[in-house]
């Protein structure tokens, strides 16, 4: 098996709310091995797109090919069996290292210690699972020694990694991380995508500058695809448009205008930054940006996983 993989006109909505069509016709290919990126606004279905490779749904348009077979000809745990998964939050069981990783397995065979450990050792895990009172025998999770949130995420990188699967997704693997953990993950996720096929969807876009490839969506299409250098010359592009606004940073106290989809959002919204100074009309939403506050506008630009449209004319931003 090589781990090619084919998407062609996927057209999908949720089976919940079948008028809302999430994808409207996706179609892009990620080569044998290579490492790609998903970019595009929050709510585009990226992660949909996941959840239809590893078949927790079902597509009625449209096709996903692996290895050139369909996804619907093939054995569904097999197909899972080959698929590694790390989620944004990850699950950490209460449980010990070891029968965390060995969870990897999904009840197929155990896998040695030996293999445990190399796959802790490419997670950039192994060095403070050392550190911990029992080793690997000690208990995590629930009621065990607490773990931050970038030794969990390495923790659930070395889980999908010990089944050594041909296919690697990672949905926002560094999202949640400060700087310095992003970097050991970052580094353990680039370590981890050699030798298999990589879709990474990440929000920062910084760390995706390297990939092979990044595809753009946008209103559940790609728009865009190619190098990250590529993309940054398209004058006008999405790409280069997400990229300039996550490196603004405000130069004086200033407004940003915020207009959201709906009520409902804008509770969302004013929920999520709830420490900032925000007025409210109707659906458009008035930011105070203190200066040099960049991490507040950042975060209402992208935590509100860019549900929203912000209009920056009336305030004075700076790119960094
Ligand atoms: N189980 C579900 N049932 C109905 N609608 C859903 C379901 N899961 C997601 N959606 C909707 O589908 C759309 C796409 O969601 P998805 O999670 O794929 O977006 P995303 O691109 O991953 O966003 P983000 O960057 O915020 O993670 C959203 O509008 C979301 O509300
Ligand atoms: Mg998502």
């Known amino acids: 098996m090589s781990g090619q993989l ?28 290579q490492s790609v990126a998903l970019v595009g606004q929050s709510g585009c279905g990226k992660s949909t797109l996941f959840s239809l490779l590893t078949r927790f749904y079902y597509c009625r348009h449209g096709s996903i090919t692996l290895d050139g077979v369909s996804l619907v000809d093939l054995n569904v745990e097999w197909l899972r069996g080959v698929i590694g998964v790390v989620q944004q939050e990850p699950v950490i069981f209460a449980a010990s290292v070891e029968e965390n990783l060995q969870m990897g397995t999904r009840g197929q065979e155990t896998v040695s210690r030996k293999d445990v450990i190399s796959a802790c050792k490419m997670a950039n895990a192994h060095d403070f ?23 969990k995420q390495r923790i659930a ?12 997704l990672l949905d926002e693997a560094t999202s949640a991380l400060d700087t310095e953990s992003e970097h050991l993950v970052q580094q ?42 590529e993309l940054m010359e398209i004058v006008g592009g999405q ?20 207009f959201a989809e709906d009520e409902e959002n804008v509770r969302e919204m004013k929920e999520e930054m709830e420490d900032a100074d925000i007025t409210c009309k109707y659906t458009e939403l008035i ?16 935590s509100l996983h860019h549900r929203t449209i912000a ?10």
Not at 311 to 319: D, F
Request: aromatic share 8%; proline share 3%; net charge positive.
């Open 6 to 33: 084919q998407f062609t006109n996927i057209q999908f909505s949720y089976p919940l709310r079948p008028t809302v069509s999430i994808l409207n016709g996706v179609t892009f290919s990620v080569g044998a091995g």
């Open 129 to 151: 699972i050392c550190k911990l009172p029992n080793g690997y025998d000690t208990l995590i999770g629930e009621g065990g020694v607490r773990l931050s949130g970038g030794q």
């Open 157 to 168: 990188i070395a889980r999908a990694l010990v089944r050594n699967p041909k296919v690697l």
């Open 188 to 229: 353990a996720l680039e370590q981890a995508a050699t030798g298999r096929t990589t879709i990474n969807i990440a929000h920062r876009l910084s760390t995706v500058r390297k990939a092979d490839r990044i595809f753009v969506f946008h209103k559940g299409r790609v728009v865009e695809e190619g190098r990250h250098e």
């Open 239 to 258: 790409y280069r448009q997400l990229v300039s606004a996550q490196e603004m940073v405000a130069s004086q106290d200033s407004k940003v205008n915020l």
């Open 287 to 302: 930011v105070n940006i203190p200066q040099g506050y960049d991490l507040l506008f950042q975060q209402a630009l992208f």
């Open 311 to 320: 209009t920056a004319s009336n305030c004075s931003l700076k790119t960094v």
